[in-house]
Structure formats: structure tokens, C-alpha cells
């Protein structure tokens, strides 16, 4: 499943006082089964643009196209893109309200009309895959639970869906380290071993370093930045200029560089920098 | 008789419990916390999801009142309601989510609506709101309509209007949870400058360890207690230990135990970039000595 969009624009109340351009002549293309994640500051566009992924919002100029079919297109039901591109919203468990979690999650199955033992395997398989217990689960009422497992029901609810795109918004925040990690877990998962194509918006640079392949910066409504993790975070100026700042481990190593330290500067996580620092330090590499 | 104490906050035994929802089970969210918070000092509690983190920070201007045990603000007596007015002028709370904390159309109002219900009078209110706005740096946005500022703006306004109660402390629950990177370094550089500047007290909840690193102390809180009290450097330098309590470490203070396990000789308590990049080019060089020797 692939989104693309072709010079997408969305100006919020045209043609009065509260005029606003949030997405300016946007042009970009997810393929399927990428992970891709949408950084930039608050106000610079990311929320408005994926919101027009899925049909959520129309753009005031521009082409949105899914699986290569204009999604504003004559004879098209957006109701088949939005079950194919799934949006999980920041604080995604104040939309928790069913009583239990087998409901909560079965309410957009069974909106869509499929029979109950249907319901019933999706909602299972759902839980699976964000790494929540169905038996022990699914009775319980959504409001007892824990934060992280609040947040993997609402996640599950989208997946129920079976899509082939999630798109996530800030799916870690408010979470404390331990349970930041475990979301983040359950994301790569949902990407490598069952093959959703993901786009992940998020304020945490070293979440996104450890877990996108590409990355796309938003700053004032336009994309000025768009290649992989490693070339994108080794931009500082573009960095700077969107109100960003590389992961830690990313500004020591261009500091080490600065300081003429033979080190490569493309270094994303923990684990690559202690590899790096050993190399250099174990004599290779050094300045003669 | 007249306590002088350098102690903003003295918290003895405090025990906080409440009843689970069907009313059987007894639940203690702090189980016996003693903490004295001094004036002046800038202060970082961390703790994983449900420690009890926020339930102590409500205890620290009276919006919760111990089960047992006590808690003194400026020596005031939480459980006295007679203190109650003059404790929450003592320590302001900012919350997460700014667009909770906007009550008015334009940002001056929004600052002096508590002020006003104090009864201060209007010349005493302008000048506050004033001073108030200058401090967080958002004079030219007086009459500004809030809900249209961008995050970190309207904690500034939020702190701005805890600020012109006058308080002598600042508790700050996750501030920064819904900003992004400008809108956390906006905030926190406000709270640096408050706490230095201006000499006021600050307490500081946060999931970011980058964050709690700032402060001059570091309060680790689990299951109800406090496990670890310390210099932030020490505490961090205990990376086994900060994991196992489901929270984590600076990534520069991570990499420099990873390298300390892997033979490389460096200080394992740096905080920040600048630090650790002092440390490495250090044994580079040595490292580019020895090899000359060879």
C-alpha cells in the first residue's frame, strides 16, 4: 500500500480573516512497507497532513493518492481508505468508552457490518499483536488498566481494522521510559513481522532515530527535508532551522568530529556510538 | 513560637491511601514519604507511571491532604484549613496540558485572574502582571488571544500566571509532556532562569531524564517511596539500577557506562554532551600518546 501525495495544500478558513496555510504544495510518497516518520515543530503542518492520508481532511489543492487511486476521485468511497490507512491520534485512550476491552475494540468491525465470529478473530489478533493478553483482557473494563495498556487497546481498535498503513501520533508521549519502550516495541513489531507500512509523527528524535528508516521534515507548513534517518539527523542547519536538534548520541559524535576526532558523524543509537568511539580508541582511524 | 527553618517543604511519614473502586481493597499511593525541600533549591522528582509521583506534588499545595503523617509548607500545617488560602499562595502548580490552564481571552487577563480573586488591588494586579510576563519573556504577547499560542508559550503564560500570585515555590507536573523540542526548551529555560534569577523554588515532575538532569537534586519515587535522593550525577551514574526502576539515563550517560563495561576508562557521570566529548577527546589524545610510544 502506497500514499502519495502530489502538491498537496490545505489553508484552513480560506478566504477570511482566520486565513491559514498549515500545508503548503506538499509532495512526497510513502512506498509500502516502509517506516517513515514525520518530524517538525508544533504548528508546522505534520498533524493537517496526515490527516489528508486517510480522507480526514480535504486538500484545498492537490492530488491524494492510495494504492495509486485518487482518494477524491469520482466512484471512490472513502470508506475503503480509511479501513486501508489507519490513524491512531495523540492520547489515543481518551477515546477509549466502551465497557470492556473486547468491545471497545470490536466497535469498528462490527460497525463495518462483519459477522460476530469475525469480530471475535480480529479483536484477538489485535491484542496479540500489540502484546496484550486476550483472555485476561477482554472483560476488563478499558478505564482499569494502565496507561501503556490503555494506549495498545485504542492501538488494537485501529488494527481491528486491518489496515495496511498506521499512521501514529506521538504514540509514546506522556509514557513513562519503560513503557515509551514497550509502545516502541510493539510498533517495530507491528512493522517487521507483520508488515504494516508505518509513518510515525513525533516529537522524540531518538525514538524516531532508533526506529524510521526515512525521514521527512516538516517547518511552516512546507517539507524542507526528506532522505534517510542517518543523512537527515547529519543536517544541522536544516535541524536547526525547523526548532529540531539531533538525538544525544548524534550531536556528541559531530562534537567528537569537531574536535577532530576521526569519528563518523552518521551514528544514530547508543549501541553504534560505543561502537564507533571503540573503533577509533582501539587505534584504527587515528590521526597520524 | 516562631520556626525559622531554610525548609520550604517538610514532608514526615506522609501516607496517602484511597479506597479501589469496589471500596475492598486499601491502596497506598505514598507509603510513608519523608522529604524537606529547601528554599531556593531546584528539585526533579522522577518515578515510573503510578510511583506516586503527582499524588505528592498535589500534597505540596494542599490539593490532597495526607491519610497520616504531615506535610509543612513554609511551616504551615497542610491539614489546618485556616492555612489553606496561604499555603497555595506559597507553591503554584503548572500542569501538563496548557489549553487545562487558560481561563481568559487575552494573556494579561488570563494572568491576573488570580491575582484579582486574591483581591489585590488593580495598580498592585498591573504591576504583577507586568512583571509576571517579563520574567517567562512574553510581554509583546499581552493581548494575544491565548488559545491561539503555540505550546510552549502558553506554559509561559500558565507559569506567568502561577507567578503573579507571588509564590515562593514552583511545582511543575510534566510541563513539558505535550511540547515539542522548542516549546520544552522554552519552558525549561524559564524555570532555569526563575530558580536562579529570582531565587525561587523549584519542583520539577518529568518523564524526561534529560530534564530531571537540569535540577540540583534528583528524588526517585517507587511504589509510594523514595528510593533514591541524590545529586543528579549520582544518580544517573547508577544505570543498572534507574533501568530496573522502569526509567532511564541521559543517552551520553548510558554510552559512557556502555564504554566503561568495554575497558574504556571515563568518568561514568556525565550529564551532557559537552562533558562526555571532554572525557573522550581526553583518552583520544591519550590513546594517540601511547601509540607514539609503541
Request: charged fraction near 25%.
Amino acid at each position: 500500500m502506497s500514499i502519495r501525495v502530489e502538491n498537496l495544500s490545505h489553508t484552513y478558513n480560506p478566504g477570511t480573516p482566520f486565513e491559514r496555510c498549515a500545508v503548503d504544495n506538499v509532495t512526497l510518497e510513502i512506498k509500502d512497507g516502509e517506516f517513515v516518520a514525520i518530524i517538525g515543530e508544533t504548528g508546522s503542518g505534520k498533524s493537517t497532513l496526515i490527516q489528508h492520508f486517510n480522507g480526514l481532511l480535504k486538500p484545498t489543492g492537490g492530488r491524494v493518492f492510495v494504492d495509486e487511486v485518487d482518494i477524491w476521485g469520482k466512484g471512490v468511497h472513502l470508506k475503503t481508505v480509511r479501513q486501508k490507512v489507519g490513524l491512531v491520534f495523540q492520547y489515543p485512550e481518551h477515546q477509549l468508552f466502551e465497557e470492556t476491552v473486547f468491545k471497545d475494540i470490536a466497535f469498528g468491525p462490527r460497525n463495518i457490518g462483519l459477522p460476530d465470529d469475525e469480530v471475535d478473530r480480529r479483536v484477538e489478533q489485535a491484542m496479540k499483536m500489540v502484546g496484550l493478553d486476550f483472555e485476561a483482557l477482554r472483560d476488563r473494563s478499558p478505564f482499569e488498566l494502565s496507561g501503556g495498556e490503555k494506549r495498545r487497546v485504542a492501538m488494537a481498535g485501529v488494527i481491528a481494522m486491518k489496515p495496511s498503513v498506521i499512521v501514529l501520533d506521538e504514540p509514546a508521549s506522556g509514557l513513562d521510559p519503560h513503557g515509551r519502550d514497550q509502545v516502541l516495541a510493539e510498533i517495530q513489531q507491528l512493522h517487521q513481522e507483520f508488515g504494516f507500512t508505518v509513518v510515525l509523527v513525533s516529537h522524540s528524535m531518538e525514538d524516531v532515530a532508533k526506529l524510521a528508516r526515512r525521514v521527512m521534515v516538516l517547518h511552516k507548513a512546507k517539507l524542507i527535508a526528506d532522505g534517510s534517518t542517518r543523512d537527515v539527523f547529519g543536517m544541522e542547519d536544516v535541524l536547526s532551522k525547523a526548532g529540531l536538534e539531533a538525538p544525544q548520541v548524534t550531536r556528541l559524535m559531530q562534537e567528537l568530529a569537531r574536535r577532530n576526532m576521526k569519528v563518523r558523524t552518521d551514528i544514530l543509537t547508543v549501541e553504534e556510538a560505543k561502537r564507533e568511539i571503540l573503533r577509533v580508541l582501539g587505534g584504527e582511524g587515528r590521526v597520524s | 513560637m516562631n520556626r525559622v527553618s531554610d525548609e520550604i517543604i517538610i514532608t514526615e511519614n506522609l501516607v496517602y491511601s484511597y479506597s479501589s473502586e469496589d471500596q475492598e481493597i486499601e491502596m497506598q499511593a505514598l507509603a510513608g514519604v519523608n522529604l524537606s525541600i529547601a528554599r531556593g533549591e531546584f528539585v526533579a522528582i522522577i518515578g515510573r507511571n503510578g510511583s506516586g509521583k503527582s499524588t505528592l506534588a498535589k500534597h505540596f499545595n494542599a490539593l490532597f491532604l495526607p491519610t497520616s503523617g504531615t506535610v509543612r509548607i513554609n511551616g504551615m500545617d497542610t491539614q489546618d484549613p485556616r492555612n489553606l488560602w496561604r499555603i497555595r499562595q506559597t507553591v503554584g502548580m503548572v500542569f501538563q496540558n496548557p489549553d487545562n490552564q487558560i481561563v481568559s481571552t487575552t494573556v494579561e487577563e488570563d494572568v491576573a485572574f488570580g491575582p484579582e480573586n486574591l483581591g489585590v488591588p488593580p495598580d498592585e494586579i498591573r504591576r504583577r502582571v507586568n512583571l509576571a510576563l517579563e520574567w517567562v519573556g512574553m510581554s509583546e504577547y499581552m493581548r494575544h488571544a491565548p488559545h491561539l499560542l503555540s505550546g510552549g508559550q502558553k506554559q509561559r503564560v500558565a507559569i506567568a500566571g502561577v507567578l503573579a500570585m507571588r509564590p515562593k515555590c514552583i511545582v511543575l507536573d510534566e510541563p513539558t509532556a505535550m511540547l515539542d523540542p522548542s516549546g520544552r526548551r522554552e519552558v525549561l529555560d524559564t524555570v532555569k532562569r526563575l530558580n536562579k534569577e529570582e531565587g525561587i523554588t523549584v519542583v520539577l515532575i518529568t518523564h524526561f531524564m534529560d530534564e530531571a538532569a537540569l535540577g540540583d537534586r534528583v528524588v526517585v519515587i517507587d511504589q509510594g517511596k523514595i528510593v533514591m535522593d541524590d545529586v543528579p550525577r549520582k544518580i544517573f551514574s547508577q544505570v543498572e539500577l534507574i533501568r530496573q526502576l522502569h526509567l532511564d539515563v541521559p543517552q551520553v550517560t548510558r554510552l559512557a557506562h556502555e564504554l566503561n563495561k568495554s575497558g574504556v576508562t571515563i568518568p561514568e557521570d556525565a550529564l551532557t554532551v559537552e562533558e562526555l566529548a571532554d572525557a573522550l577527546s581526553g583518552s583520544y589524545r591519550e590513546s594517540a600518546v601511547a601509540s607514539y610510544g609503541e
